[in-house]
């Protein structure tokens, strides 16, 4: 598993298979871009859980904090999010 670290630089939120695109890392200039996509045929559960992900991304831009983003190693969908207490 990978992580990248950082504030959330850019957010864009749709209502398509992709969720959200966030940009993550220290500055404008440096980011990497992650996804969230939607959970089409998945339970319940699971669809809140990325919902809820992309909601936790937002909060994490408009406060300005920090984020710690889980992905698979050569995959830019975010699977677990940590927002760091300022």
């Given at each position: ?34 996804i969230v ?50």
């Amino acid at each position: 598993m990978a992580e990248t670290q950082g504030l959330v630089q850019r957010l864009k939120l749709t209502d398509t298979l992709i969720l959200a695109f966030a940009y993550i890392g220290p500055s404008p200039t440096d980011t990497e871009l992650l996804i969230v996509k939607s959970a089409t045929g998945q339970p319940p559960d699971e669809a809140a859980f990325r919902g809820a992900l992309a909601e936790a991304l937002s909060a994490a831009l408009a406060s300005r904090q920090q984020v710690i983003a889980t992905h698979d190693d050569n995959n830019i969908e975010i699977t677990l999010l940590q927002v760091l207490a300022t």
